[in-house]
């Protein structure tokens, strides 16, 4: 079973964000790194960039397949987990924690609103 | 609905992540792809593969028969022996690549891919000069045992001395009492057998193994841990690297050809006269020096140009690089040449590397 922390928003794509102060903390699910297998690499966007709710931002690689990254909700990015660039494992072994992707100041914190919480996106994943 | 081999309740108990693959329903990973890969390079680990097809020969001219079908010469082997070989088209292209197997003179035995099952036995029956091919696919399951630790493990359930079984060579006998071909073959890299067995046997055997090499660390391995494993040693994988469009000789696999063996072979032709005018593209090794993951179909530029594609890439768990192969202009060949693949939009250095990617000490 996958976990689904409570404190956390989700997509349909299998990312969450975490709220730091004013700031949201992106990465993929549980779910996601279980599906995908063993990440091998991570290609995020720079420092500075701008992200659109809903569109690519970076991919995740395992040994078999390529997946691309959809932004959760739109804005600038103020930081990028470089540990999780040089070791992609993170994000097998802490999702939710040591894995996270990247951070950004949300553009319209009440798209925020329109992200899945952990009950629906539980829900999801058994209709899976 | 997908086919299933007689191996499936048990990749399911085992919890294997089952996916569609070539029309069967196979696990791609147990646990985790490097984790298998791993145990396979260092201890050993067990693939399912009855999926793949066995067209035989038998009777009176089954070698003549097999032998002008194939690229490699099986007059030149003795009984026991095995070889790996092409089925080409006219023009020098791969219908599959085989392995023959030399029971006998009136015994000759095809393992073809799976996915070309179908398609390789209505080729034979249509060239076949005498003997008939016979369909045993469902005759027969196959279990690949692969590992630094797999002779030792496979020796220790069988009373066969398997001491004489070399590299190609196969010998028939009971592993853990089941009736089975013995075959000192695998496409990982690694020493090992393959096991053949009657379907019905296979669980049997697969547990005996299981059970038998667990202070081995014995593990079951999916697929996925199977393309790492030979695209590390730059092994062909049919429908990627080579098929119907790309000559053996383009592929690197002229070694398999035996252009002068009495009675000649399909393609044989068409490989003399591209040896004779010189080949233009050649499947090469190459190592993505920049940052990112070269995959099947991704382009390969030189100056900007698409020159070719890349027709297997990976991040080699052994090797701990990104590693791939693909066709290009033999002007861009050598070793150490250098080109781009296309990642995504961008232009990546890769360079041409001598191959297997793995060094085996």
Same mark, same amino acid.
Request: glycine share 12%; charged share 25%.
């Given at each position: 079973?996958?976990?689904?922390?409570?404190?956390?928003?989700?997509?349909? #794509?299998?990312?969450?964000?975490?709220?730091? *102060?004013?700031? !949201?903390?992106?990465?993929?699910?549980?779910?996601?790194?279980?599906?995908?297998?063993?990440?091998?690499?991570?290609?995020?966007?720079?420092? *500075?960039?701008?992200?659109?709710?809903?569109?690519?931002?970076?991919?995740?690689?395992?040994?078999?397949?390529?997946?691309?990254?959809?932004?959760?909700?739109? *804005? $600038?990015?103020?930081?990028?987990? #470089?540990?999780?660039?040089?070791?992609?494992?993170?994000?097998?072994?802490?999702?939710?924690?040591? *894995?996270?992707?990247?951070?950004?100041?949300?553009?319209?914190?009440?798209?925020?609103?329109?992200?899945?919480?952990?009950?629906?996106?539980? #829900? !999801?994943? $058994?209709?899976? | 609905? +997908?086919?299933?081999?007689?191996?499936?309740?048990?990749?399911? %108990?085992?919890?294997?992540?089952?996916?569609?693959?070539?029309?069967?329903?196979?696990?791609?990973?147990?646990?985790?792809?490097?984790? %298998? &890969?791993?145990?396979?390079?260092?201890?050993?680990?067990?693939?399912?593969?009855? &999926?793949?097809? %066995?067209?035989?020969?038998?009777?009176?001219?089954?070698?003549?028969?097999?032998?002008?079908?194939?690229?490699?010469?099986?007059?030149?082997?003795?009984?026991?022996?095995?070889? /790996?070989?092409?089925?080409?088209?006219?023009?020098?292209?791969?219908?599959?690549?085989?392995?023959?197997?030399?029971?006998?003179?009136?015994?000759?035995?095809?393992?073809?891919?799976?996915?070309?099952?179908?398609?390789?036995?209505?080729?034979?029956?249509?060239? +076949?000069?005498?003997?008939?091919?016979?369909?045993?696919?469902?005759?027969?399951?196959?279990?690949?045992?692969?590992?630094?630790?797999?002779?030792?493990?496979?020796?220790?359930?069988?009373?066969?001395?398997?001491?004489?079984?070399?590299?190609?060579?196969?010998?028939?006998?009971?592993?853990?009492?089941?009736?089975?071909?013995?075959?000192?073959?695998?496409?990982?890299?690694?020493?090992?057998?393959?096991?053949?067995?009657?379907?019905?046997?296979?669980?049997?055997?697969?547990?005996?193994?299981?059970?038998?090499?667990?202070?081995?660390?014995?593990?079951?391995?999916?697929?996925?841990?199977?393309?790492?494993?030979?695209?590390?040693?730059?092994?062909?994988? /049919?429908?990627?690297?080579?098929?119907?469009? &790309?000559?053996?000789?383009?592929?690197?696999?002229?070694?398999?050809?035996?252009?002068?063996?009495?009675?000649?072979?399909?393609?044989?032709?068409?490989?003399?006269?591209?040896?004779? %005018?010189?080949?233009?593209?050649?499947?090469?090794?190459?190592?993505?020096?920049?940052?990112?993951?070269?995959?099947?179909?991704?382009?390969?530029?030189?100056?900007?140009?698409?020159?070719?594609?890349?027709?297997?890439?990976?991040?080699?768990?052994?090797?701990?690089?990104?590693?791939?192969?693909?066709?290009?202009?033999?002007?861009?060949?050598?070793?150490?040449?250098?080109?781009?693949?296309?990642?995504?939009?961008?232009?990546?250095?890769?360079?041409?590397?001598?191959?297997?990617?793995?060094?085996?000490?």
């Amino acid at each position: 079973m996958s976990s689904i922390p409570e404190n956390l928003k989700y997509t349909q #794509e299998h990312e969450w964000i975490r709220a730091e *102060g004013n700031r !949201l903390v992106v990465g993929i699910t549980d779910h996601a790194q279980q599906t995908l297998g063993d990440v091998v690499y991570v290609e995020l966007p720079k420092v *500075g960039a701008t992200v659109e709710m809903g569109a690519p931002f970076g991919t995740v690689e395992s040994v078999k397949a390529v997946s691309e990254l959809f932004m959760p909700v739109s *804005g $600038k990015v103020v930081k990028v987990n #470089e540990e999780v660039v040089e070791d992609p494992e993170l994000v097998n072994t802490d999702p939710y924690s040591d *894995g996270w992707l990247i951070e950004i100041e949300p553009t319209d914190s009440k798209q925020v609103g329109e992200l899945l919480d952990a009950a629906k996106y539980g #829900e !999801l994943l $058994k209709a899976e | 609905m +997908a086919r299933q081999t007689p191996l499936n309740a048990v990749h399911r %108990e085992l919890g294997g992540r089952m996916v569609d693959f070539a029309g069967w329903d196979m696990p791609v990973q147990y646990s985790s792809i490097i984790g %298998e &890969h791993e145990t396979v390079r260092t201890a050993v680990g067990l693939f399912d593969v009855s &999926h793949m097809g %066995e067209i035989e020969f038998s009777g009176p001219g089954a070698l003549e028969t097999a032998n002008k079908l194939i690229t490699n010469d099986l007059s030149k082997c003795a009984d026991g022996q095995a070889l /790996y070989a092409g089925l080409l088209n006219d023009a020098g292209g791969f219908v599959d690549d085989v392995v023959a197997y030399r029971f006998s003179p009136e015994r000759i035995l095809i393992v073809v891919n799976a996915s070309n099952k179908d398609k390789d036995f209505a080729w034979m029956r249509a060239r +076949a000069e005498g003997v008939q091919p016979v369909d045993r696919s469902d005759d027969y399951a196959q279990i690949a045992v692969q590992g630094p630790k797999a002779v030792g493990l496979v020796q220790r359930l069988t009373p066969v001395d398997l001491t004489p079984v070399g590299t190609y060579r196969f010998t028939e006998g009971p592993v853990a009492g089941i009736a089975c071909i013995i075959s000192r073959t695998g496409y990982t890299g690694e020493d090992g057998f393959e096991l053949y067995c009657a379907p019905g046997d296979a669980a049997a055997l697969w547990r005996a193994l299981l059970k038998e090499g667990e202070a081995d660390g014995v593990k079951p391995c999916g697929l996925g841990a199977r393309d790492s494993l030979r695209v590390e040693m730059k092994y062909a994988l /049919y429908g990627n690297d080579i098929d119907e469009t &790309h000559t053996a000789l383009e592929a690197g696999l002229g070694w398999i050809c035996k252009l002068d063996k009495a009675g000649g072979f399909i393609g044989r032709d068409a490989l003399v006269k591209q040896k004779a %005018e010189g080949v233009k593209r050649k499947l090469v090794g190459l190592e993505v020096t920049g940052s990112g993951i070269a995959r099947h179909g991704y382009p390969l530029l030189k100056d900007g140009q698409r020159v070719g594609e890349v027709t297997s890439g990976t991040q080699g768990p052994s090797v701990k690089k990104p590693i791939a192969f693909g066709y290009v202009p033999v002007e861009l060949a050598a070793e150490g040449a250098t080109l781009d693949v296309e990642i995504r939009g961008r232009a990546v250095p890769v360079v041409v590397v001598k191959t297997p990617f793995l060094k085996k000490k």
